[in-house]
């Protein structure tokens, strides 16, 4: 589906904004006008108070420009923000994507900003993920362009530059996270991420034996159990006016299928375990996104892609493991094994660019669901103003994230009898041990931040019609927006 902007609606089905009043007005007054009428008396019949995404269809009629014109709620004027107006959007193509029209127009739409935000809900909204089943002809999309008819084509096409760039890495992130886990294990997913370098991302792939020269053996004792064998990449964004000034780091977690390993998780359910690789597709759709819109900021992308199998070479709980950093850790339990990864890519990625600041997102603990539910991503930092920025952007970009504490009473959590440190706590506060984990692999007070997305990545249904699959794409919008605020070189 292509999403244009026009200065004025060519199509014959027509949508038209409304907003929460009594009469129709503006261009709804004057298209009610030309059909004697109609447009009030559905609004009337359907209880329609123009909320943000309510619809009213409107077939049949006979008007000579328009036989079809859908009321679109956008809401309180005043109140219309970013999300009012992804959500109008999203609704509009969730209505029409198979419904058999192939063309539809909006238009009451009053400026570049709200224009470029439905194009974002819109894009999110028309995402989905066909590439394993035969779909049926009648579900199959019909809607091919969606025209956004504003006043200012151009101002409108700058403004949504990200809003383009956003919807490009969230829904890749989303193809990578709905990917069955025997088509996307390391090396395919890496293949994959290499493909990238058509937009200008310079990738580089590790391989098991040159992890195995940088001493990973944390992240190499998790793919161990495995027959896919374990990489890792490095993606390079240098759009700053210095190339050569410290970077950001973004770090994810790729565990393409978590068993859990010898210490075997439960059989049900178990299949969602494929999105267990969801804090590394924030992290590669963020990416894609920054060379996308072509971000001024140097940007690295790392990340750990292993998968988590219970097999004969397969570590045993008890096992103890030297990490890239020259630390140990005694494995209580194979099944924690994100942080395993992690530790060895934020060595990496502080050893090899000495970043400004350092940033891992990874779908890490289930404890962080019974917190925050699906709600909040859990944010964990050794500095406030990053922690700060991350949650302000979240709540800019619509991913919201909130912070939880460290401390040295949970970080004593993890000291083992026999190694440096343990690769879990107790029972309680495990999202917070999970975090105190990675801390101790951050050096010399770099700024670092954190982000538990085990209950963000993958959400079941919820009505929101920007988010039509298990796969939310979480965290590129975030990762995006952090950066334009944070770390971009203003013009
Ligand atoms: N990938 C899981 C965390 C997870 C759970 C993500 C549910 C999404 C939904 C992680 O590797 C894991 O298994 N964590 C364990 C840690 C425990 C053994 C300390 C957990 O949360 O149970
Ligand atoms: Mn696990
Ligand atoms: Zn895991």
Redo the contacts with the bound molecule.
């Keep these: 589906m292509d999403v244009t902007f026009k200065t004025s609606p060519t199509t014959s089905t027509l949508a038209v904004i409304c907003h929460e009043s009594d009469a129709l007005t503006g261009e709804a007054e004057t298209l009610n006008a030309a059909q004697n009428g109609a447009l009030s008396k559905a609004a009337a019949s359907a209880r329609f108070k123009a909320k943000p995404g309510e619809i009213v269809d409107i077939l049949g009629l006979s008007g000579d420009k328009h036989d079809r014109i859908i009321l679109l709620g956008a809401g309180e004027c005043e109140k219309a923000d970013a999300r009012v107006w992804e959500k109008v959007g999203a609704s509009l193509v969730k209505k029409m994507l198979v419904s058999g029209e192939s063309e539809i127009d909006v238009t009451g739409v009053p400026d570049a900003s709200a224009a470029a935000s439905i194009k974002l809900g819109a894009a999110l909204a028309a995402y989905r993920f066909d590439d394993y089943r035969e779909v049926k002809d009648d579900q199959k999309p019909t809607l091919t362009s969606f025209g956004i008819v504003v006043s200012d084509v151009a101002a409108a096409e700058t403004a949504s530059i990200v809003a383009s760039a956003d919807a490009f890495g969230t829904n890749l992130a989303r193809d990578l996270m709905n990917m069955p886990p025997n088509d996307l294990y390391p090396e395919s997913y890496a293949n994959k991420i290499k493909e990238l370098s058509d937009l200008g991302l310079e990738i580089d792939v590790l391989n098991e034996s040159e992890m195995e020269k940088l001493g990973m053996h944390a992240l190499l004792g998790v793919g161990q159990g495995s027959e896919n064998h374990s990489r890792m990449v490095v993606m390079k964004w240098l759009g700053g006016a210095d190339k050569s000034a410290a970077p950001l780091a973004l770090v994810g977690k790729g565990?393409t299928f978590?068993t859990?390993g010898i210490?075997l998780?439960p059989g049900p359910g178990m299949e969602?375990?494929k999105g267990?690789m969801g804090g590394s597709a924030a992290v590669v759709g963020a990416m894609a996104a920054l060379a996308m819109r072509k971000a001024k900021a140097n940007v690295i992308g790392l990340v750990g892609l292993v998968e988590n199998m219970p097999d004969g070479k397969a570590q045993r709980p008890g096992d103890v493991v030297k990490s890239a950093s020259g630390k140990t850790i005694e494995i209580l339990?194979t099944?924690?094994?994100?942080r395993l990864v992690l530790c060895d890519v934020l060595w990496y990625a502080q050893d090899k660019f000495k970043p400004k600041a350092i940033i891992d997102l990874a779908?890490?603990?289930?404890?962080i669901?019974i917190a925050l539910g699906h709600e909040h991503a859990g944010v964990f930092a050794n500095n406030d103003e990053l922690a700060n920025a991350i949650t302000a952007a979240g709540e800019t970009s619509g991913e919201p994230a909130w912070r939880l504490p460290l401390g040295p009473a949970y970080d004593k959590l993890i000291d083992s009898k026999i190694a440096d440190m343990k690769n879990?706590g107790g029972r309680t506060a495990?999202s917070i041990t999970a975090a105190q984990f990675l801390q101790r692999f951050i050096e010399n007070d770099t700024p670092w931040a954190h982000i538990d997305i085990?209950g963000m990545a993958w959400k079941p249904a919820n009505g929101d019609p920007k988010e039509p699959s298990w796969a939310s794409g979480y965290g590129v919008r975030l990762l995006d927006q952090l950066i334009a605020d944070s770390y971009e070189d203003k013009a």
């Design positions: 565990v978590d859990g210490s998780k969602d375990m267990d339990n099944d924690a094994e994100g779908t890490l603990t289930g404890a669901l879990i495990g085990a």
